[in-house]
């Protein structure tokens, strides 16, 4: 469709998760005009699939013809369930709300496949969000004070397998509304009070049941699932939401804002069913598809956003997921766990980290995890070799009762028999582990779908814990343990798949700023589990939404929507030409660092450069540029955000030739300031000599800030570094032009940069400026002259 004519909207919202939820709520709260996209179908109360049929079909994957509400990713190391439908994972998930434990914001971690895990955001920074989502979401744990509740089985023997253990036992708090009002006390089943904002199914909602269906949706409503709660709210302040609507194509508009192409499904249809294909254009676009939908959408979109972060696809995680079961519990004789009567989980073991004082430990959790009660009934199905025997004894008594050889005409014990006595389904539990692992997996494509590449291998310490504390709370309460009994083949199965779209300080560490703005596109936003730098240890939902209302405030504060009589103006007016034009690009230089007769250390720059206003470099005498990115060294403290300038080409202080001034800010190990100077001095006449000279630097580490430290007396530290040549071409790929006449942009930049090095080469004399401090700088310090 013609861009002019596509519908316009202040922002779309692209998926309803925890994410996308709490942004189109916080949006239309502040009067934007909004449009929630979500490829699944809604699910009132009473409409979650039960029968065998139904079931069979309540799978996501619309080539099949199939538009269910489980979608289910199988990669080699690693499969993935996510939900699909209005509220996303909410429908499905068990409930828990934990917040992130403070000490495991961590801040640059070294990774053991190279990189870092690094927090942007620290657990203070999250206190206020956290407080605004459980406002609305309504967490509580169960009730297991009060009669009815306090006999719930599985949670008894978490409690005591924790006790026995010395281990960290607590009832987690629960999205479920267990009584018709607050204050009141709990019963089940009763009518919850509608709230002021209507729910957006008009449906009744009844209190919990316990009758543990939480993952395959809640019929009576009693889940707080965000439905019921931010989308129903999000509604009433005039959110619009569609459904069956799946984001196809997205891409920048050449006058700001996006252009957003989705198609409509009709779930009723089939696989042959035409899809309608619709068109938006919008200021803000957010995108909370979760992490393989976000992910998914921007690598397949990525030709439409030039200069996209390289992150794209790095930093996934499972966050430490473990599926392991205790069966045949004993205490004396068969101890009853009931793994169906409660909320899918209702208690949580914490197993402290190395940050909380515990030398060697990942840190995690564990939880019972109950299933619906129909599972009990595959659980004994599934031990054929018994049932078998079973059935061919009740085959047998009913050929002796047809011929008369039996003599009572009751088939009461011998259907019994056939049934069992249900032992294994009443003596065995599901448990899920989750916690700290790292985040080393990277999504690609791969033939135009999804790939991961994960190992459990980075992790290893932390999985062979997990399992190991899954094991004793199963022995303490008397059971045998099976490890990850879903994963074939040693493929570990995950429910809080995160990353891919990792937030970071810059952009060569991450797709997006720590308030989900992605590097180098205002008003693209990413609000779901995709941004997570790493795993968020406990169950993520909470620290996805708490994240997602951090990045709102962000969002209301810097952009403000067109009035309905601009806009209309805009929309008709032919796009204005923006007036400046610029470029950026990235580069990267690797060399050694030595202090005194220390052994040299690796010593790694990677940077952004940035020419805002090309007309403006170009008539500047020093061609000043901004830069912003890392510095990678141990002596340092690891790895340090760095911002200063960079004078590329200068002329004025050299009598001949050219020089490149870095000149950036950042801070030491000891939290002291830093400023790091680089210079390439660009003299040499021929083509080898003017190569090599404009892409080795010294680089010189002083203490104090630019500005205040004084160069000549301070002791300072010496580096060599330089661009390779296998860097070479992917930093020519970073060449990103913005503002009008972009191949025009580039090509005058080339120009400049041409004339410059011709300049050098004919040694063409300048007119050196003594007075400039970079020039007294240069005369004071000038290893590179020493060389020579
Ligand atoms: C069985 C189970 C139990 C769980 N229990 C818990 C728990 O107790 N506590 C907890 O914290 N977490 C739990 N989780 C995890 C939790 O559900 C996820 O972490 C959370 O939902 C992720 O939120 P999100 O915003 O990233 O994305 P999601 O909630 O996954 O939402 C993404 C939405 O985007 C939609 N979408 C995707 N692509 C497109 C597209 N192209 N166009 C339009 N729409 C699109 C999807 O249909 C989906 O609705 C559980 C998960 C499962 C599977
Ligand atoms: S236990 Fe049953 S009634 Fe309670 S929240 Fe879960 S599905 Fe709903």
């Given at each position: 469709m013609d861009t002019e004519n596509r519908e316009h909207i202040h922002a779309v919202v692209v998926g309803s998760g925890f994410g996308g939820s709490v942004a189109a709520f916080r949006l239309a709260e502040a009067g934007r005009s909004v449009v929630v996209l979500e490829r699944g179908r809604a699910y009132p109360p009473g409409s979650f699939p039960r029968t065998p049929a139904e079931m069979s079909r309540n799978f996501w994957d619309p080539k099949a013809g199939i538009y269910g509400m489980f979608d289910v990713l199988n990669f080699r190391k690693l499969q993935a369930v996510t939900g699909s439908g209005l509220g996303g994972g909410s429908l499905l998930y068990a409930g828990v709300l934990l917040r992130k434990?403070?000490?495991?914001?961590?801040?640059e971690e070294p990774l053991p496949g190279g990189g870092y895990e690094d927090w942007p955001v620290t657990r203070a920074d999250l206190e206020k969000h956290y407080d605004a989502v459980e406002k609305m979401l309504a967490p509580t744990p169960?009730?297991?004070?009060r009669p009815g509740y306090s006999e719930t089985p599985k949670t008894i023997a978490m409690r005591d397998a924790a006790r026995r253990m010395g281990a960290e036992w607590s009832l987690p708090p629960l999205?479920?509304?267990?009584?018709?009002?607050?204050?009141l006390p709990p019963e089940p089943g009763t009518r919850i009070a509608e709230v002021e904002?209507?729910?957006?199914?008009?449906a009744v909602r009844r209190s919990?049941?316990?009758?543990?269906?939480c993952n395959i949706g809640c019929n009576d409503g009693a889940k707080n699932s965000l439905d019921h709660t931010y989308l129903s709210a999000a509604k009433a302040k005039g959110a619009e939401i569609r459904t069956s609507s799946e984001v196809v194509r997205i891409a920048p508009r050449a006058r700001g804002g996006y252009e957003v192409d989705y198609l409509v499904h009709d779930?009723?249809?089939?696989?042959a069913a035409f899809k309608h294909s619709k068109q938006l254009s919008c200021d803000v676009l957010v995108l909370g598809a979760g992490t393989f939908g976000t992910v998914g959408l921007l690598l397949r979109n990525r030709?439409?956003?030039?200069?996209?972060?390289?992150?794209?696809?790095?930093?996934?995680?499972?966050?430490?997921d473990v599926l392991g079961f205790m069966l045949r519990?004993?205490?004396?004789?068969p101890r009853t766990?009931?793994?169906?009567?409660?909320?899918?989980i209702t208690s949580s073991i914490r197993f402290p980290d190395g940050l909380d004082g515990v030398a060697g430990q990942r840190g995690g959790y564990v939880q019972d995890a109950g299933f619906p009660l129909f599972v009990d009934w595959l659980v004994e199905g599934s031990r054929v070799s018994k049932l078998g025997a079973r059935a061919a004894r009740f085959v047998g008594d009913a050929l002796a009762g047809s011929l008369s050889?039996?003599?009572?005409?009751?088939?009461g014990a011998r259907l019994s028999s056939l049934l069992g006595c249900g032992l294994l389904s009443d003596t065995s539990m599901p448990l899920l582990a989750m916690g700290r692992e790292r985040p080393e997996g990277r999504l690609s494509l791969r033939r135009g779908e999804l790939d991961l590449r994960w190992r459990h291998e980075s992790s290893r310490d932390y999985f062979t814990l997990a399992g190991a504390r899954m094991r004793a709370i199963a022995e303490s309460d008397g059971a045998e343990y099976r490890d990850n009994?879903?994963?074939?083949?040693?493929r570990v199965v995950t429910v809080h798949p995160l990353g891919g779209a990792p937030m970071a300080v810059t952009e060569h560490a991450g797709v997006c700023d720590p308030h989900g703005q992605v590097f180098g596109f205002p008003g693209l936003y990413i609000a779901d589990?995709?941004?997570?730098?790493?795993?968020?240890?406990?169950?993520?939902s909470l620290t996805i939404a708490a994240l997602a209302d951090r990045l709102c405030d962000r969002m209301l504060e810097t952009s403000r929507p067109a009035s309905g009589q601009a806009r209309a103006r805009a929309e008709k007016a032919p796009p204005r030409p923006s007036t400046t034009s610029g470029l950026r690009f990235r580069e990267k230089m690797v060399g050694t660092y030595a202090l005194g007769g220390t052994r040299s250390q690796a010593f790694t720059l990677r940077l952004s450069v940035e020419i805002p206003d090309l007309d403006a470099f170009l008539a500047d005498p020093k061609h000043r540029a901004d830069v912003s990115g890392w510095v990678d060294c141990s002596t340092l403290g690891g790895r340090q955000v760095v911002q200063g300038t960079l004078e590329l080409l200068?002329?004025?202080?050299?009598?001949v030739g050219a020089r490149m001034y870095y000149r950036l800010n950042t801070v030491g190990r000891d939290g002291e300031p830093r400023v790091i100077l680089g210079c390439k001095d660009v003299q040499r006449r021929s083509a080898w000599g003017l190569w090599r000279d404009t892409t080795r630097m010294w680089v010189r580490v002083y203490r104090g800030t630019l500005g205040t430290v004084?160069?000549?007396h301070t002791r300072h530290r010496t580096a060599r570094v330089r661009v390779r040549v296998r860097d070479l071409p992917r930093m020519v790929r970073t060449f990103q032009a913005f503002g009008p006449r972009r191949s025009r942009t580039i090509r005058r930049f080339l120009g400049f940069f041409a004339a410059q090095l011709l300049g050098v080469a004919r040694q063409v004399p300048n007119d050196p400026d003594p007075d400039s401090p970079a020039f007294r700088l240069v005369r004071i310090n000038a290893p590179w002259r020493k060389r020579r």
């Open positions: 434990d403070e000490k495991w914001f961590v801040d169960m009730p297991f004070d999205g479920i509304t267990f009584s018709a009002k607050p204050g904002y209507k729910n957006l199914h008009g919990c049941r316990m009758c543990g269906e779930p009723d249809a089939g696989p030709a439409n956003f030039p200069g996209l972060s390289r992150a794209l696809g790095t930093r996934f995680s499972g966050n430490g519990a004993t205490e004396g004789g766990l009931a793994a169906s009567q409660g909320p899918v050889l039996s003599r009572s005409p009751h088939s009994p879903m994963g074939r083949g040693g589990g995709s941004v997570m730098p790493g795993s968020v240890g406990p169950n993520p200068t002329r004025h202080a050299t009598p004084d160069y000549v």
